[in-house]
Protein backbone atom coordinates (compact mmCIF):
# COMPACT_ATOMS: atom_id res chain seq x y z
CA UNK A 1 0.00 0.00 0.00
CA UNK A 2 1.31 3.39 -1.39
CA UNK A 3 0.83 6.10 1.87
CA UNK A 4 2.49 8.81 2.94
CA UNK A 5 3.46 7.90 6.65
CA UNK A 6 4.54 11.16 8.05
CA UNK A 7 1.13 12.60 6.70
CA UNK A 8 -0.74 9.34 8.58
CA UNK A 9 1.31 10.52 11.91
CA UNK A 10 0.63 14.06 11.79
CA UNK A 11 -3.16 13.74 11.36
CA UNK A 12 -3.51 11.01 13.74
CA UNK A 13 -1.16 13.17 16.11
CA UNK A 14 -4.70 15.58 16.59
CA UNK A 15 -6.17 12.74 18.87
CA UNK A 16 -3.11 12.37 20.91
CA UNK A 17 -3.14 16.11 21.43
CA UNK A 18 -6.84 16.04 22.75
CA UNK A 19 -5.69 13.77 25.24
CA UNK A 20 -2.85 15.22 26.19
CA UNK A 21 -5.39 18.52 26.30
CA UNK A 22 -7.42 16.78 28.86
CA UNK A 23 -4.51 15.99 30.96
CA UNK A 24 -2.28 18.71 30.97
CA UNK A 25 -3.97 21.37 28.70
CA UNK A 26 -1.89 21.88 26.09
CA UNK A 27 -3.25 23.30 23.01
CA UNK A 28 -4.61 21.21 19.96
CA UNK A 29 -1.77 20.77 17.24
CA UNK A 30 0.58 20.73 19.88
CA UNK A 31 2.53 17.84 18.27
CA UNK A 32 2.41 18.84 14.88
CA UNK A 33 4.22 22.86 16.07
CA UNK A 34 6.71 20.20 18.51
CA UNK A 35 7.59 18.69 14.82
CA UNK A 36 7.66 21.50 13.18
CA UNK A 37 9.71 23.28 15.45
CA UNK A 38 12.35 20.26 15.49
CA UNK A 39 12.40 19.72 11.64
CA UNK A 40 13.09 23.97 11.64
CA UNK A 41 16.28 23.08 14.27
CA UNK A 42 17.25 20.18 12.55
CA UNK A 43 18.05 21.24 9.17
CA UNK A 44 20.55 24.05 10.90
CA UNK A 45 22.32 20.80 11.77
CA UNK A 46 22.14 19.90 8.37
CA UNK A 47 19.99 16.85 8.43
CA UNK A 48 19.21 14.47 5.41
CA UNK A 49 15.54 14.43 4.70
CA UNK A 50 15.52 10.71 5.77
CA UNK A 51 16.60 12.53 9.39
CA UNK A 52 14.37 15.17 9.42
CA UNK A 53 11.71 12.43 8.31
CA UNK A 54 12.26 10.31 11.47
CA UNK A 55 12.70 13.30 13.49
CA UNK A 56 9.17 14.48 13.09
CA UNK A 57 7.65 11.42 13.26
CA UNK A 58 9.33 11.03 16.70
CA UNK A 59 8.13 14.90 17.73
CA UNK A 60 4.44 14.16 16.82
CA UNK A 61 4.73 10.87 18.40
CA UNK A 62 6.46 12.05 21.71
CA UNK A 63 3.72 11.72 23.85
CA UNK A 64 1.73 8.75 22.10
CA UNK A 65 1.90 6.65 25.72
CA UNK A 66 -0.52 8.82 27.74
CA UNK A 67 -3.56 7.09 27.53
CA UNK A 68 -1.70 3.55 28.54
CA UNK A 69 0.30 5.53 31.27
CA UNK A 70 -2.76 7.04 32.74
CA UNK A 71 -4.57 3.61 32.33
CA UNK A 72 -4.91 1.60 35.78
CA UNK A 73 -7.10 4.45 37.94
CA UNK A 74 -4.04 6.69 37.80
CA UNK A 75 -5.07 10.51 38.58
CA UNK A 76 -5.44 12.86 35.56
CA UNK A 77 -2.93 14.57 36.48
CA UNK A 78 1.03 14.01 35.78
CA UNK A 79 2.72 11.98 38.90
CA UNK A 80 6.49 12.76 38.52
CA UNK A 81 7.12 9.20 40.48
CA UNK A 82 6.02 7.11 37.22
CA UNK A 83 5.88 9.96 34.33
CA UNK A 84 8.97 8.37 33.04
CA UNK A 85 6.70 5.32 31.79
CA UNK A 86 5.15 7.46 29.51
CA UNK A 87 8.39 8.06 27.54
CA UNK A 88 9.68 4.39 28.12
CA UNK A 89 6.28 2.91 26.97
CA UNK A 90 5.92 5.59 24.17
CA UNK A 91 9.55 4.15 22.75
CA UNK A 92 8.23 0.86 22.98
CA UNK A 93 5.19 1.38 20.69
CA UNK A 94 6.88 3.21 17.72
CA UNK A 95 9.38 0.08 17.65
CA UNK A 96 8.12 -1.43 14.39
CA UNK A 97 7.72 1.97 12.72
CA UNK A 98 9.47 2.11 9.41
CA UNK A 99 11.62 4.90 10.15
CA UNK A 100 14.59 5.77 7.77
CA UNK A 101 17.20 5.03 10.18
CA UNK A 102 17.67 4.54 13.90
CA UNK A 103 15.60 6.01 16.53
CA UNK A 104 16.34 4.75 19.46
CA UNK A 105 16.15 6.80 22.56
CA UNK A 106 14.44 9.66 20.44
CA UNK A 107 10.82 9.39 22.52
CA UNK A 108 12.73 7.92 26.22
CA UNK A 109 14.86 10.11 26.35
CA UNK A 110 12.67 13.52 25.49
CA UNK A 111 12.25 14.59 29.55
CA UNK A 112 16.70 14.94 30.04
CA UNK A 113 17.44 17.98 31.03
CA UNK A 114 21.61 18.68 30.26
CA UNK A 115 22.42 18.85 33.97
CA UNK A 116 21.07 16.05 34.91
CA UNK A 117 18.04 16.45 36.28
CA UNK A 118 16.01 14.71 33.75
CA UNK A 119 13.42 11.43 34.58
CA UNK A 120 16.31 9.54 33.62
CA UNK A 121 19.11 11.52 34.64
CA UNK A 122 21.24 11.03 31.88
CA UNK A 123 24.39 12.74 30.92
CA UNK A 124 24.28 15.18 28.04
CA UNK A 125 26.24 12.57 25.91
CA UNK A 126 24.09 9.85 26.37
CA UNK A 127 21.49 11.27 24.87
CA UNK A 128 20.38 11.55 21.70
CA UNK A 129 20.55 15.32 19.67
CA UNK A 130 17.06 14.36 17.91
CA UNK A 131 16.01 13.33 21.27
CA UNK A 132 17.45 17.27 23.28
CA UNK A 133 15.66 19.49 19.86
CA UNK A 134 12.30 17.22 21.12
CA UNK A 135 12.76 18.54 24.25
CA UNK A 136 13.74 21.67 23.18
CA UNK A 137 10.27 21.83 20.79
CA UNK A 138 8.03 20.36 23.59
CA UNK A 139 9.06 22.20 26.60
CA UNK A 140 8.95 25.73 24.33
CA UNK A 141 5.27 25.17 23.46
CA UNK A 142 3.88 23.72 26.44
CA UNK A 143 5.11 27.05 28.55
CA UNK A 144 4.70 29.47 25.75
CA UNK A 145 1.98 28.40 23.43
CA UNK A 146 4.06 28.72 20.10
CA UNK A 147 0.85 29.18 17.92
CA UNK A 148 -0.12 32.82 19.80
CA UNK A 149 2.11 34.78 17.50
CA UNK A 150 3.18 38.17 19.18
CA UNK A 151 6.30 40.09 19.69
CA UNK A 152 5.36 39.46 23.41
CA UNK A 153 5.07 35.73 23.03
CA UNK A 154 8.59 35.83 20.92
CA UNK A 155 9.98 37.76 23.89
CA UNK A 156 8.47 35.10 26.27
CA UNK A 157 9.97 32.00 24.45
CA UNK A 158 13.33 34.28 25.00
CA UNK A 159 12.81 34.53 28.32
CA UNK A 160 12.50 30.94 28.89
CA UNK A 161 15.16 29.61 26.71
CA UNK A 162 17.43 32.03 28.30
CA UNK A 163 16.39 30.93 32.12
CA UNK A 164 16.97 27.37 31.24
CA UNK A 165 19.76 27.73 28.88
CA UNK A 166 22.47 25.26 30.28
CA UNK A 167 19.75 23.72 32.72
CA UNK A 168 17.61 22.04 30.39
CA UNK A 169 18.96 22.67 27.35
CA UNK A 170 22.28 22.46 25.88
CA UNK A 171 24.11 26.04 24.88
CA UNK A 172 24.51 24.76 21.19
CA UNK A 173 21.15 23.80 20.64
CA UNK A 174 19.56 27.00 21.75
CA UNK A 175 22.08 28.87 19.71
CA UNK A 176 20.84 26.31 16.78
CA UNK A 177 17.30 27.18 17.23
CA UNK A 178 17.37 30.90 17.75
CA UNK A 179 19.47 31.01 14.32
CA UNK A 180 16.43 29.82 12.51
CA UNK A 181 13.91 30.98 15.19
CA UNK A 182 14.31 34.97 15.15
CA UNK A 183 11.77 37.34 15.98
CA UNK A 184 10.40 38.36 12.32
CA UNK A 185 10.39 34.31 11.01
CA UNK A 186 8.60 33.76 14.21
CA UNK A 187 6.25 37.18 13.46
CA UNK A 188 6.00 35.73 9.97
CA UNK A 189 4.12 32.64 10.70
CA UNK A 190 1.02 35.07 12.32
CA UNK A 191 -2.28 33.44 10.69
CA UNK A 192 -0.23 30.48 9.05
CA UNK A 193 -1.43 27.27 8.87
CA UNK A 194 0.50 24.59 11.22
CA UNK A 195 -0.16 21.71 8.05
CA UNK A 196 1.01 23.94 5.46
CA UNK A 197 4.09 25.12 7.75
CA UNK A 198 4.98 21.46 7.80
CA UNK A 199 4.44 20.75 4.42
CA UNK A 200 6.63 23.30 3.44
CA UNK A 201 9.40 22.65 5.84
CA UNK A 202 8.70 18.31 5.54
CA UNK A 203 7.42 17.55 1.44
CA UNK A 204 4.94 14.66 1.87
CA UNK A 205 6.50 11.92 0.44
CA UNK A 206 4.54 8.73 -0.54
CA UNK A 207 6.20 4.96 -0.33
CA UNK A 208 5.21 1.68 -0.58
CA UNK A 209 5.07 -0.45 2.73
CA UNK A 210 4.17 -3.66 3.23
CA UNK A 211 0.24 -4.24 4.76
CA UNK A 212 2.18 -6.03 7.85
CA UNK A 213 4.35 -2.66 8.47
CA UNK A 214 1.26 -0.28 7.41
CA UNK A 215 -1.19 -2.58 10.64
CA UNK A 216 1.74 -2.25 13.01
CA UNK A 217 1.06 1.38 12.95
CA UNK A 218 -2.11 1.35 12.81
CA UNK A 219 -2.32 -1.30 15.76
CA UNK A 220 -0.45 0.88 18.26
CA UNK A 221 -3.33 3.93 17.63
CA UNK A 222 -5.86 1.35 17.98
CA UNK A 223 -4.09 0.35 21.11
CA UNK A 224 -3.69 4.02 21.90
CA UNK A 225 -7.78 4.78 21.24
CA UNK A 226 -8.61 1.36 22.82
CA UNK A 227 -6.89 2.85 26.64
CA UNK A 228 -8.41 5.78 26.74
CA UNK A 229 -11.10 3.75 28.80
CA UNK A 230 -10.92 1.07 30.95
CA UNK A 231 -14.14 -0.26 28.88
CA UNK A 232 -13.06 -0.05 25.87
CA UNK A 233 -9.66 -1.82 26.23
CA UNK A 234 -9.80 -4.31 22.73
CA UNK A 235 -13.02 -2.24 21.39
CA UNK A 236 -11.30 -1.34 18.20
CA UNK A 237 -8.86 -4.31 17.45
CA UNK A 238 -12.30 -6.27 17.83
CA UNK A 239 -14.02 -4.77 15.05
CA UNK A 240 -11.02 -4.60 12.54
CA UNK A 241 -10.80 -8.43 13.36
CA UNK A 242 -14.49 -9.06 12.87
CA UNK A 243 -14.76 -6.35 9.93
CA UNK A 244 -11.75 -8.34 8.21
CA UNK A 245 -13.77 -11.80 8.70
CA UNK A 246 -16.82 -10.78 7.29
CA UNK A 247 -15.00 -8.93 4.28
CA UNK A 248 -13.25 -12.03 3.32
CA UNK A 249 -16.89 -13.42 3.53
CA UNK A 250 -18.01 -11.26 1.00
CA UNK A 251 -15.28 -11.93 -1.18
CA UNK A 252 -13.84 -8.63 -1.30
CA UNK A 253 -10.64 -8.50 -2.88
CA UNK A 254 -7.34 -8.27 -0.02
CA UNK A 255 -6.43 -4.67 -1.20
CA UNK A 256 -10.16 -3.90 0.53
CA UNK A 257 -9.77 -6.43 3.45
CA UNK A 258 -6.77 -4.82 4.23
CA UNK A 259 -7.90 -0.90 4.27
CA UNK A 260 -11.36 -2.25 5.96
CA UNK A 261 -8.85 -3.53 8.76
CA UNK A 262 -7.53 -0.22 8.67
CA UNK A 263 -10.82 1.37 9.22
CA UNK A 264 -11.47 -0.83 11.76
CA UNK A 265 -9.18 -0.02 13.79
CA UNK A 266 -9.27 3.42 13.46
CA UNK A 267 -13.57 3.87 13.75
CA UNK A 268 -13.37 5.58 17.09
CA UNK A 269 -9.85 7.45 17.01
CA UNK A 270 -12.66 10.42 17.67
CA UNK A 271 -13.24 8.99 20.85
CA UNK A 272 -9.76 11.02 21.69
CA UNK A 273 -11.85 14.41 21.90
CA UNK A 274 -14.05 12.81 24.64
CA UNK A 275 -13.64 12.99 28.01
CA UNK A 276 -13.05 10.38 30.20
CA UNK A 277 -16.38 11.45 32.36
CA UNK A 278 -18.35 11.19 29.44
CA UNK A 279 -16.77 7.75 28.41
CA UNK A 280 -17.01 5.74 31.73
CA UNK A 281 -19.79 7.37 33.40
CA UNK A 282 -21.71 4.14 34.91
CA UNK A 283 -25.28 5.74 34.22
CA UNK A 284 -27.25 7.05 30.76
CA UNK A 285 -26.12 9.94 29.81
CA UNK A 286 -28.19 12.92 29.67
CA UNK A 287 -29.28 14.25 26.47
CA UNK A 288 -26.77 16.71 26.61
CA UNK A 289 -23.95 14.01 27.25
CA UNK A 290 -25.31 11.86 24.39
CA UNK A 291 -24.80 14.95 21.36
CA UNK A 292 -21.44 15.44 23.30
CA UNK A 293 -20.85 11.54 22.51
CA UNK A 294 -21.96 11.58 19.44
CA UNK A 295 -19.10 14.05 18.27
CA UNK A 296 -16.60 11.46 17.84
CA UNK A 297 -18.16 9.99 15.25
CA UNK A 298 -17.48 13.31 13.53
CA UNK A 299 -13.71 14.08 14.97
CA UNK A 300 -13.21 10.44 13.47
CA UNK A 301 -14.34 11.89 10.34
CA UNK A 302 -12.00 15.60 10.74
CA UNK A 303 -9.00 13.34 11.68
CA UNK A 304 -8.88 10.68 9.03
CA UNK A 305 -9.77 13.50 6.11
CA UNK A 306 -6.46 14.97 6.29
CA UNK A 307 -4.66 11.93 5.13
CA UNK A 308 -4.59 11.29 0.96
CA UNK A 309 -5.62 8.35 -0.24
CA UNK A 310 -7.15 7.41 2.96
CA UNK A 311 -10.75 8.73 1.34
CA UNK A 312 -12.26 5.39 1.58
CA UNK A 313 -11.21 4.33 4.73
CA UNK A 314 -12.50 7.71 6.36
CA UNK A 315 -15.65 6.81 4.95
CA UNK A 316 -16.29 3.13 6.59
CA UNK A 317 -14.52 4.72 9.89
CA UNK A 318 -16.94 7.59 10.08
CA UNK A 319 -20.12 6.68 9.50
CA UNK A 320 -20.26 3.72 11.73
CA UNK A 321 -22.89 5.09 13.63
CA UNK A 322 -25.44 6.13 10.58
CA UNK A 323 -28.56 4.70 10.75
CA UNK A 324 -30.74 3.46 7.40
CA UNK A 325 -34.08 5.61 8.27
CA UNK A 326 -31.61 8.77 8.70
CA UNK A 327 -32.05 8.42 12.56
CA UNK A 328 -27.88 8.41 12.54
CA UNK A 329 -25.06 10.52 13.32
CA UNK A 330 -22.68 12.26 12.72
CA UNK A 331 -24.11 13.05 8.84
CA UNK A 332 -27.65 11.67 9.14
CA UNK A 333 -27.39 9.90 6.22
CA UNK A 334 -29.77 7.29 4.69
CA UNK A 335 -29.81 4.13 3.17
CA UNK A 336 -29.33 5.32 -0.18
CA UNK A 337 -26.19 6.98 0.77
CA UNK A 338 -24.17 4.08 2.49
CA UNK A 339 -22.70 1.43 0.70
CA UNK A 340 -22.09 -1.95 1.32
CA UNK A 341 -18.92 -1.91 3.27
CA UNK A 342 -20.22 1.59 5.45
CA UNK A 343 -23.48 -0.84 6.20
CA UNK A 344 -20.77 -3.49 7.69
CA UNK A 345 -18.72 -1.88 10.16
CA UNK A 346 -21.64 -0.26 11.30
CA UNK A 347 -23.19 -3.40 12.29
CA UNK A 348 -20.14 -4.94 13.08
CA UNK A 349 -19.40 -2.38 15.55
CA UNK A 350 -23.14 -2.60 17.10
CA UNK A 351 -22.17 -6.42 17.67
CA UNK A 352 -19.01 -5.84 19.55
CA UNK A 353 -20.27 -3.03 21.69
CA UNK A 354 -23.26 -5.06 22.67
CA UNK A 355 -21.12 -7.93 23.56
CA UNK A 356 -18.52 -5.93 25.56
CA UNK A 357 -19.15 -4.71 29.03
CA UNK A 358 -19.80 -0.99 29.44
CA UNK A 359 -19.87 1.35 32.66
CA UNK A 360 -23.89 0.68 32.23
CA UNK A 361 -24.23 -2.97 31.35
CA UNK A 362 -22.63 -6.52 31.10
CA UNK A 363 -21.68 -7.82 27.88
CA UNK A 364 -24.17 -10.04 26.33
CA UNK A 365 -24.08 -13.62 24.95
CA UNK A 366 -24.22 -13.43 20.54
CA UNK A 367 -28.01 -14.62 21.11
CA UNK A 368 -28.84 -11.99 22.63
CA UNK A 369 -26.86 -9.92 20.60
CA UNK A 370 -28.49 -10.99 17.54
CA UNK A 371 -32.35 -10.71 19.18
CA UNK A 372 -31.25 -7.18 19.71
CA UNK A 373 -29.72 -6.30 16.04
CA UNK A 374 -32.35 -8.00 14.32
CA UNK A 375 -35.04 -5.95 16.32
CA UNK A 376 -32.83 -2.93 14.98
CA UNK A 377 -33.05 -4.27 11.39
CA UNK A 378 -36.93 -4.48 10.96
CA UNK A 379 -37.41 -1.17 12.07
CA UNK A 380 -35.19 -0.12 8.97
CA UNK A 381 -31.92 0.92 11.65
CA UNK A 382 -29.19 -1.33 9.79
CA UNK A 383 -28.53 -3.86 7.36
CA UNK A 384 -30.64 -6.90 7.48
CA UNK A 385 -28.59 -9.62 4.94
CA UNK A 386 -25.76 -8.55 6.71
CA UNK A 387 -27.23 -9.16 10.50
CA UNK A 388 -27.91 -12.56 9.33
CA UNK A 389 -24.58 -12.88 7.84
CA UNK A 390 -22.97 -12.00 11.35
CA UNK A 391 -25.12 -14.64 12.95
CA UNK A 392 -23.43 -17.34 10.48
CA UNK A 393 -19.49 -16.02 10.57
CA UNK A 394 -19.19 -14.24 14.06
Known amino acids: MEIDMNGVIFAL ?3 LDKVESELIGVSVD ?3 WVAYMSVLTGKTYDMSFEQL ?6 AAMHDNALTQYNAGGRDRGLDPSVFGLHCTIGQDNIADFPFYGDVDGFITYHHENVDGTGLFHKRDDEVPLAAKIIHLADMVD ?5 KDVSAGNYKSILNYLNSNTGLMFPRELVHHFLTKFTE ?4 SLKGRSINDLLSEELPHNLREYPFDQIRKVMNVFGQIVDYKSSFTRSHSFSVAEKVTKMARFYGYDESTVERMYIAGVLHDIGKMAVSNDILEKPAKLSKTEFAYMQTHAWYTYVILSQINGFEDITEWASLHHEKLNGSGYPFGKTGKDLSEKDRLVACVDIYQALSEDRPYKKGMDHAKCMSIM ?3 ASRGLIDARITEDIDKKL
Do not use: G, P, W
Open 13 to 15: SYA
Open 30 to 32: HAK
Open 53 to 58: SDLASC
Open 142 to 146: VTCNV
Open 184 to 187: DFYL
Open 374 to 376: RDM
